[in-house]
């Protein structure tokens, strides 16, 4: 997976070579998974529509990206769909980030819990 795939950090030609590299080279061909912007599908920067679908898999970063209905923050994910028939449209997979850090906290709290059940015992 090569992450960073998003408009203001580097040109088209430049993301058009690192496609190239991974998926035309005998030797490092892989399913190539992009992740980047999570407005990929409606970029309107010229080229950007053609490098973002020419992955494998795209997986666009959706962390930070929220609504908020009364005073409860959660993920925006109302497009999902949407980019889901465009990755199939174009061939290609379509693997949906949320927020990363959700497994950490998880576990941090149940070992919490765990730890406390223990101290108790």
């Known amino acids: ?6 408009t203001d950090r580097f040109s088209t030609n430049l993301a058009h ?3 190239d590299y991974f998926k035309t080279d005998p030797i490092y061909g892989v399913t190539l998974v992009g992740g980047g912007q999570w ?9 950007w529509s053609n490098v973002f679908r020419r ?11 929220y609504s908020v209905a ?4 959660f993920a925006s994910t ?11 449209s174009a061939g290609m997979l379509y693997l949906r980030t949320d927020r990363t850090g959700w497994l ?8 919490a ?3 406390d059940a223990l101290t108790e015992a």
């Open 70 to 73: 009364g005073t409860n923050k």
């Open 1 to 6: 997976m090569i992450w960073g795939f998003f």
């Open 39 to 47: 407005w990929w599908r409606t970029e309107t920067a010229p080229g």
């Open 55 to 65: 992955f494998d898999v795209y997986s666009p970063w959706n962390v930070g990206n």
């Open 113 to 115: 819990k765990c730890a």
């Open 104 to 111: 950490v906290e998880t576990i941090i709290n149940v070992c």
């Open 78 to 88: 109302a497009y999902w769909s949407q980019d889901l028939v465009t990755a199939n």
């Open 17 to 19: 070579q690192i496609i």
